[in-house]
């Protein structure tokens, strides 16, 4: 996927060239037995991190890949057969591409150089024969329709239109960006005129559906009704991603203004349409990307954001020493160095108080609506292989060298997907748990992959639902081929809710004194192999800001302070002459600037 924390990780998150994707089968991978997949229920109470009250069920968001229909056969029919599609409240159809020229969303048919050397991997690069001009035989459409010569569009577009008629309550999300394809954001972003030209093009063409007439295919309207929305996938603001990426000091802010540029037009074309039109943000999970977004202020704009909280390590440290790519918590052994600017080190609690509460010694205000945020879940593994037991059973331990990479993961070394991995990571003998971090991992003695099971699942979505988070997104759905016991895992505990939540963190006036870890998840120092975790008890919490405010100018409500936590929903405040009670926790969010998709409500003049 993207390159969520670590600045040298293969990404995930970028198009195939045409030759790798020529170069595969189409076969599907049939997996092993789903002991390690179905059970398991995390044991400690999860931190609650973020002060607010704590939730059950979220929404479901799934990514589903351009190019997954070619060498890896994945089709929306497949998420149709599988039942997958009627369980999501969300799909994300990835990726849509900035025209270097115009800066502009565009349509292309170019493949993307597969060469992370190359500065311009993705200028002009696109695939609209996949979108909207590949012909579908009755096997592999969605309603065992084949397609015909003359209709107006093809490809998966129209595979979209399908799966939507089919489950009515299901949305898509079109992604703009990726690895691959961010390199002009910044230009993009840089000016009022340039946002407004980038944001108009992608409505027009992936909204209004005129999509250029390219092989018989296209036209004005054509793509009509097709996707609800955009999820902007910036990789990233303030500079890191693929070789060659431009980047500016502005971009912070102008990440903003460009969200808000797409809210507002999208509020404008959902008022013509008599629709409400979705805008999502995919975004880094290390401290190091998240001090580049104002987190305080995009919250307003966005229906969701998805915090990249995986590929925190991986095969790019190619001697390791070995390490989660997803953990919940920091292993107090964890031998990463911290982050430059401060001690912190990569981890799912951490990227998600840095949203929320912030994070002082990078200098990240918090302030993002907890409700609104959810957790990645990767359907793909990062390993090592060369790599000696230890006390841990290869954690934390050197490599010779990053895994092996397989065929329909494009050969990478050191990432396989689920599909590839069948005998070792539903296997129980190579299953180790890593209690402190609430991590997952497998090893066989010499090779260690780190990824996703039934019971790091479970920790996780009892993470978000005992810190008030929205819910979970999955990336991809092709990693895991026509097995779904990952994916159910996945929905089922984001439908649930946790066993059981310590209380919110205590308060305190300074909004900068955010939750913090006084104790380790477990006291082991090493992890312990099972089959299903073991009772160990809870972190206790330490303070967290409150709300504290002045009186104001108004009778009947104090003025709003922005150092004040507002972590009931209702509380009433005045400012600037208006009375407004907050939706969720918030903090530091300016009610007159918090809009129709904002924390604070406007009741009118006082």
């Known amino acids: 996927m993207l390159r969520s924390v670590s600045p040298q990780s293969p990404s995930r998150r970028r198009p195939k060239s045409w030759a790798a994707l020529a170069a595969g089968t189409a076969a599907s991978l049939l997996l092993g037995g789903t002991l390690a997949l179905t059970g398991g229920t995390a044991q400690a109470a999860p931190t609650n991190s973020t002060g607010a009250p704590a939730t059950s069920g979220g929404i479901k968001v799934a990514y589903f890949d351009q190019w997954s229909i070619y060498s890896n056969a994945y089709y929306l029919k497949t998420m149709q057969d599988t039942g997958a599609a009627g369980k999501l409240d969300y799909i994300i159809y990835d990726f849509a591409n900035i025209n270097p020229t115009t800066l502009s969303c565009f349509e292309a048919n170019k493949a993307a150089?597969?060469?992370?050397?190359?500065?311009?991997?993705g200028d002009g690069a696109g695939d609209s024969f996949a979108d909207y001009q590949k012909s579908f035989g009755a096997d592999i459409s969605v309603d065992g329709v084949a397609d015909t010569w003359n209709q107006p569009i093809v490809g998966n577009f129209n595979q979209i239109k399908k799966l939507k008629a089919k489950n009515p309550n299901l949305k898509v999300l079109l992604s703009i960006g990726g690895w691959t394809y961010s390199k002009y954001f910044s230009d993009a972003a840089a000016t009022d005129a340039?946002?407004?030209k980038l944001v108009s093009s992608c409505i027009d063409m992936f909204i209004k559906g005129n999509l250029p007439s390219e092989g018989g295919y296209g036209g004005p309207?054509?793509?009509?009704?097709?996707?609800d929305g955009f999820d902007l996938d910036w990789e990233y603001p303030?500079?890191?991603?693929?070789?060659g990426n431009h980047a500016a000091p502005a971009d912070k802010q102008n990440f903003t203004s460009l969200l808000a540029e797409f809210r507002s037009q999208l509020n404008t074309q959902g008022a013509a349409d008599g629709k409400t039109?979705?805008?999502a943000a995919a975004v880094g999970a290390g401290q190091d990307k998240i001090k580049n977004v104002e987190t305080d202020k995009i919250g307003q704009y966005l229906t969701f954001l998805d915090i990249m909280t995986y590929d925190m390590h991986g095969g790019w440290e190619a001697q390791g020493p070995t390490n989660h790519q997803a953990p919940i918590y920091t292993n107090p052994n964890d031998p990463m160095t911290p982050v430059p600017g401060g001690n912190g080190k990569y981890s799912v609690d951490a990227a998600?108080?840095?949203?929320?509460?912030?994070d002082p010694q990078y200098g990240i205000p918090g302030g993002f609506p907890a409700k609104k945020i959810n957790v990645g879940v990767p359907f793909y593994y990062r390993g090592w292989t060369g790599v000696s037991a230890g006390t841990t059973h290869g954690l934390f331990q050197k490599a010779s060298a990053p895994a092996p990479g397989g065929t329909y993961s494009g050969g990478v070394a050191g990432i396989k997907m689920y599909k590839e991995l069948t005998g070792f990571v539903d296997n129980p003998a190579y299953t180790y748990w890593d209690d402190t971090a609430k991590a997952a991992y497998f090893y066989d003695g010499t090779t260690f992959w780190s990824g996703e099971n039934a019971q790091s699942v479970q920790a996780k979505l009892d993470y978000a639902h005992c810190n008030?988070?929205?819910?979970?997104?999955?990336?991809?759905m092709y990693d895991l081929g026509t097995q779904t016991a990952l994916f159910d895992k996945t929905v089922?505990?984001?439908?649930?809710?946790?066993?059981?939540?310590?209380?919110?963190?205590?308060?305190?006036?300074?909004?900068?004194?955010?939750?913090?870890?006084?104790?380790?998840?477990s006291a082991s120092a090493s992890p312990s192999k099972s089959a299903s975790p073991s009772a160990s008890a809870s972190p206790s919490q330490s303070a967290s800001p409150s709300a504290s405010a002045s009186t104001g100018t108004c009778s009947g409500a104090p003025s709003w302070s922005a150092s004040a936590v507002y972590a009931t929903a209702g509380t009433k405040v005045s400012w600037k002459g208006h009375y407004y009670t907050n939706k969720w926790w918030t903090t530091n969010e300016d009610p007159s600037l918090s809009g129709q998709w904002g924390a604070w409500a406007d009741n009118g003049a006082c």
């Open 113 to 121: 150089s597969q060469n992370e050397d190359d500065p311009n991997a």
């Open 194 to 196: 340039s946002r407004k």
């Open 468 to 476: 008030g988070l929205g819910g979970s997104f999955m990336f991809s």
């Open 277 to 279: 039109y979705g805008l």
């Open 221 to 227: 309207g054509t793509g009509a009704g097709v996707f």
């Open 352 to 358: 998600v108080k840095a949203y929320t509460v912030g």
């Open 492 to 521: 089922s505990a984001t439908n649930g809710s946790a066993a059981s939540c310590p209380a919110g963190p205590t308060q305190s006036a300074s909004p900068s004194a955010s939750a913090s870890q006084s104790a380790s998840p």
């Open 238 to 243: 303030g500079g890191g991603g693929h070789t």
